[in-house]
């Protein structure tokens, strides 16, 4: 994997970001900047799209990402949105700061439920933040281990990331072909990203990223391994970060439901008309200058890195995910009174249970916030334990909060007209008396909280990616069961029997294992 021929060694001042610095960006400073990529290559069902901001598929993408940069200026939520970065000794938009205490941590939670009662979608901002975080710590062990130079690397682009409050992508899951065969025994050598050549200079890559958050979206990718790896699959262990608009990259928008929705140019049957997006991000040898890459053939981190980054955006769950469920229980409050039930007894006890499964995700992220984990100097990691405990939760609880919210909105939810019958002058009067509940509403008002009822508790952001998203309900169980001292808990039960025990009661409060990353820290003397 040589190649011959140098290149001209690139630095950070090559890529173009370098001409705006403005370390707290305004949303309509995010907006110019992605207007302006130069060679980014997007499609969106089989036709390329030149500006993202304007195009009606992405638009709604790009208005969510957008309240991330928003909340850094607006009153109610620019204490959460800001944070101050001792990598550039500046204010900085929180959605690239390292977390520097498990206060930081619950921060991200408060701020991720907030911006889901301003979007009603996912914000896609987070992938990218966690992504930092993750190498934060990974590059400290490579660090303490003898790997310096991927500490300098990861910190120089730090401080490049928040001097100019990039808005970044996380890309971490590859296509993975035959799932039960490691990286380097796939058919397709290329089914997980791969090192195809190292130069001086830097690598190539060829694969693809798969059901990337947001990236059409972005000015920045920072690409991670998928999976723990083997010395066997070192071409595959690799890390680093690229402007979205490199050549030789492809993004291809996949579709979800409803989406066409978007493209109709209305103003009720899509709301809220924010969403997100995932793309195929595609990779055709593609060149990485050294000075961006942070893992190259190190397969020994990259179980631990796997490890620190899904608990941090498991962790995050419990913050996006319980805003869109307070959403969906106003709607379904709101749409309870249109019709007159919001006494019913019947009703109260459906509202009261999406309540307590909304605020039981919350709960758990700010458990796992709080009950935080130091791996090395101001390195905060969140509690692996009840990080997978909110996402578990989050797997099961938002189907359980759409149905209900159905069973109070009624079949309509499946079934009302669309705005454009409601706006046709043949029909406006017929729908207005026919859709009309109690008198104090109009039949608009209840085909818009039908609408969002039906976007917000049906689509990718509230089912699919609560399911999948941050790793599959399998993943976390694996997590409980490594985490959890069975041994432990079962001395504990033989001693109060009265039978033959050897426990031995130590400090700790929970029957909880040493997770991979906290051995790790402490190996390497971090912790
Ligand atoms: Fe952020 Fe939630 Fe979307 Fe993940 S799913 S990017 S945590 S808003």
């Known amino acids: 994997m040589t190649r011959t021929f140098s290149f001209i060694i ?3 001042k090559n890529f173009k970001h370098e001409r705006v610095i403005m370390t707290v960006r305004t949303g309509e400073q995010y907006l110019e900047s992605i207007r302006n990529r130069s060679k980014v290559e997007i499609y969106v069902m089989g036709k390329e799209v030149k500006d ?5 598929f992405l638009r709604p993408s790009v208005m969510s990402f957008k309240a991330t940069f928003d909340a850094a200026w607006q009153e109610d939520t620019k204490e959460l949105g800001r944070a101050w970065s001792p990598f550039i000794e500046e204010e900085i938009n929180r959605f690239n700061h390292i977390h520097r205490s498990p206060e930081d941590l619950a921060a991200k939670v408060k701020l991720l439920r907030k911006l889901s009662h301003k979007t009603g979608a996912c914000f896609q901002r987070c992938v990218g933040w966690d992504s930092l975080n993750t190498l934060n710590i990974v590059s400290n062990m490579m660090a303490a281990k003898g790997k310096r130079e991927m500490r300098d690397r990861f910190v120089e682009y730090l401080k490049f990331v928040q001097k100019r409050d990039l808005a970044l992508a996380g890309a971490m899951t590859d296509a993975k072909g035959v799932r039960n065969l490691k990286p380097s025994q796939q058919p397709n050598k290329n089914a997980y990203l791969r090192i195809t050549e190292v130069t001086k200079d830097g690598i190539y890559v060829s694969g693809a990223k798969a059901n990337i958050t947001g990236v059409a979206a972005t000015e920045e990718m920072v690409v991670l391994p998928t999976r723990a790896m083997g010395p066997e699959d070192k071409d595959y262990a690799v890390a680093f970060a690229l402007p979205t608009d490199t050549e030789g990259v492809k993004i291809v928008v996949g579709r979800q439901l409803n989406d066409s929705r978007r493209m109709e140019q209305g103003e009720i049957d899509a709301l809220p008309y924010f969403y997100n997006h995932e793309g195929l991000v595609i990779f055709d040898n593609v060149f990485v200058p050294m000075n961006r890459v942070f893992l190259a053939g190190d397969w020994e981190y990259t179980g631990t890195l796997v490890e620190i980054f899904s608990a941090y955006h498991r962790q ?7 805003g869109l469920g307070d959403v969906i229980i106003g709607a379904s409050a709101d749409l309870a009174k249109q019709i007159g039930v919001e006494k019913a007894s019947h009703v109260q006890d459906k509202l009261t249970e999406m309540i307590f499964l909304t605020e039981t995700m919350y709960s758990a992220g700010i458990a796992a916030s709080l009950n935080a984990v130091k791996l090395c100097e101001s390195c905060w990691w969140v509690n692996p334990m009840h990080a997978n405990v909110t996402k578990h939760l989050v797997a099961k609880f938002p189907a359980q909060i759409a149905q ?9 939810v499946g079934t009302a007209p669309s705005e454009w019958d409601l706006k046709n002058p ?12 109690v008198e ?7 085909l818009r909280m039908v609408r969002l009822i039906e976007n917000v508790s049906m689509g990718v952001a509230f089912q699919i990616e ?15 069961s490594r985490l959890y001292d069975l041994n432990y808990s079962q001395e ?13 009661f130590t400090s700790k409060a929970e029957p909880w294992r040493e997770s991979q990353s906290e051995s790790e820290a402490r190996e390497s003397g971090l912790k």
Do not use: W
């Open 52 to 56: 993202v901001t304007t195009h009606p």
């Open 426 to 437: 043949k029909l406006r009067e017929y729908i207005s008396k026919y859709l009309q509940g």
């Open 316 to 322: 995050g769950y419990g913050g996006c995910k319980a």
């Open 10 to 12: 690139l630095n950070f």
């Open 466 to 480: 609560s399911v999948h998203g941050a790793g599959s309900p399998a993943a976390q169980r694996i997590m409980f």
């Open 492 to 504: 504990v039960a033989k001693s109060l029997a009265g039978r033959k025990s050897e426990l031995k």
């Open 440 to 446: 104090d509403y109009t039949a608009e008002d209840r």
């Open 404 to 412: 209900l919210s159905i069973d109070i909105a009624g079949g309509i």
